[in-house]
């Protein structure tokens, strides 16, 4: 039986229709079914097939499931007899298989094991899974061909929320603090020496404002002793950095948006030293010209063009100006 249905981009089935109604919709699923048991589904943008998807049952259970995108297969799964996913492969855009994924699963059918085959270069990445007592992923490790290992672990509040999280690679720990909404609080990089001490190497901290923006970030680089502020506006746009050196102010930096979040305008201070950028857009926000300004003289003016070309004018003290263009590629244009 076929039955068509309003859907959206990912296939989703919204609300039944009649077949004469389908060209009122941009998206829509055609299924073809068996009582309760779905055989196929397409989906069609604007009349088109844009995706398929196929199943396979044993006894009215799925057993496999192909997936296609513009008529060719891009991934297909099989099942066990308890509906898990067991087995995995996708596929480049000329139908060839790149890539296989076996799971594996615990006693309480959560997965424990994926390994992944990469069929172009026969290696394999293997992915354990650790749970805590609410069947939450507690730890992930992950073993590349190469050797490298990395640990993912977490800490959740009594409400499921993630509080805490760690990435271990080779030496280092990366650790990030999270309030109950999820936003980062605070993180750091910790050095493992070979003698088992840690030494903090970075560590920052976020701050926000009551309504849940990200106002403010400070980081601190204790190899170096570099310290930066951040502050942002209420678009999550940097306007302001500080970059000290030893507590020493190293270069301040400006930026202005349009109401589209572009970059309008761009200033620097260095050693004392100021740059100003000005940037032009078209309506349709394509970047026009940019126009570089060192202590208030014009020092370059770039005008951009659709093809992705540019001519640059460098001005000098002197009044004697350079003009070059460079074609899409950026490589310059001799004339």
Same mark, same amino acid.
Request: hydrophobic share 30%; aromatic share 16%; net charge positive.
């Given at each position: 039986?076929?039955?068509?249905?309003?859907?959206?981009?990912?296939?989703?089935?919204?609300?039944?229709?009649?077949?004469?109604?389908?060209?009122?919709?941009?998206?829509?699923?055609?299924?073809?079914?068996?009582?309760? !048991?779905?055989?196929?589904?397409?989906?069609?943008?604007?009349?088109?097939?844009?995706?398929?998807?196929?199943?396979?049952?044993?006894?009215?259970?799925?057993?496999?499931?192909?997936?296609?995108?513009?008529?060719?297969?891009?991934?297909?799964?099989?099942?066990?007899?308890?509906?898990?996913?067991?087995?995995?492969?996708?596929?480049?855009?000329?139908?060839?298989?790149?890539?296989?994924?076996?799971?594996?699963?615990?006693?309480?059918?959560?997965?424990?094991?994926?390994?992944?085959?990469?069929?172009?270069?026969?290696?394999?990445?293997?992915?354990?899974?650790?749970?805590? !007592?609410?069947?939450?992923?507690?730890?992930?490790?992950?073993?590349?061909?190469?050797?490298?290992?990395?640990?993912?672990?977490? !800490?959740?509040?009594?409400?499921?929320?993630?509080?805490?999280?760690?990435?271990?690679?080779?030496?280092?720990?990366?650790?990030?603090?999270?309030?109950?909404?999820?936003?980062?609080?605070?993180?750091?990089?910790?050095?493992?020496?070979?003698?088992?001490?840690?030494?903090?190497?970075?560590?920052?901290?976020?701050?926000?404002?009551?309504?849940?923006?990200?106002?403010?970030?400070?980081?601190?680089?204790?190899?170096?002793?570099?310290?930066?502020?951040?502050?942002?506006?209420?678009?999550?746009?940097?306007?302001?950095?500080?970059?000290?050196?030893?507590?020493?102010?190293?270069?301040?930096?400006?930026?202005?948006?349009?109401?589209?979040?572009?970059?309008?305008?761009?200033?620097?201070?260095?050693?004392?030293?100021?740059?100003?950028?000005?940037?032009?857009?078209?309506?349709?926000?394509?970047?026009?010209?940019?126009?570089?300004?060192?202590?208030?003289?014009?020092?370059?003016?770039?005008?951009?063009?659709?093809?992705g070309s540019r001519r640059e004018t460098i001005y000098s003290d002197n009044k004697t100006n350079i003009t070059i263009e460079y074609d899409k590629d950026g490589k310059m244009v001799v004339r």
């Open positions: 039986m076929i039955e068509y249905y309003r859907s959206n981009s990912n296939g989703l089935l919204l609300v039944k229709i009649l077949q004469a109604q389908t060209k009122s919709f941009k998206y829509v699923s055609q299924v073809d079914r068996t009582g309760d !048991i779905i055989l196929s589904k397409i989906l069609f943008k604007e009349g088109k097939e844009s995706k398929k998807w196929e199943y396979s049952y044993i006894d009215k259970t799925l057993s496999e499931e192909k997936y296609y995108k513009e008529k060719q297969i891009k991934e297909e799964y099989k099942y066990d007899n308890l509906g898990h996913k067991i087995r995995q492969t996708d596929y480049l855009t000329n139908n060839q298989a790149y890539k296989i994924t076996v799971f594996s699963y615990n006693k309480d059918g959560l997965v424990d094991k994926e390994e992944i085959v990469n069929l172009l270069t026969n290696q394999a990445t293997i992915v354990k899974y650790r749970y805590d !007592i609410n069947f939450r992923i507690k730890q992930i490790e992950k073993k590349y061909p190469d050797g490298r290992i990395v640990y993912w672990d977490a !800490i959740f509040s009594q409400r499921g929320i993630i509080i805490q999280e760690y990435y271990t690679l080779n030496d280092e720990v990366f650790t990030f603090f999270y309030n109950e909404s999820g936003q980062e609080l605070k993180g750091e990089v910790k050095q493992k020496a070979k003698d088992g001490k840690e030494k903090i190497k970075i560590e920052w901290k976020n701050y926000y404002s009551y309504d849940g923006k990200k106002q403010r970030k400070e980081e601190t680089n204790n190899l170096i002793n570099k310290q930066t502020i951040v502050w942002y506006n209420k678009n999550s746009k940097e306007i302001k950095v500080e970059t000290y050196y030893n507590n020493v102010t190293y270069s301040i930096e400006e930026y202005d948006y349009s109401d589209k979040n572009k970059v309008i305008y761009y200033k620097q201070i260095l050693d004392l030293n100021l740059t100003e950028i000005y940037y032009l857009y078209d309506e349709e926000e394509n970047l026009l010209q940019t126009r570089i300004y060192q202590e208030k003289k014009l020092k370059k003016h770039v005008i951009y063009n659709k093809d």
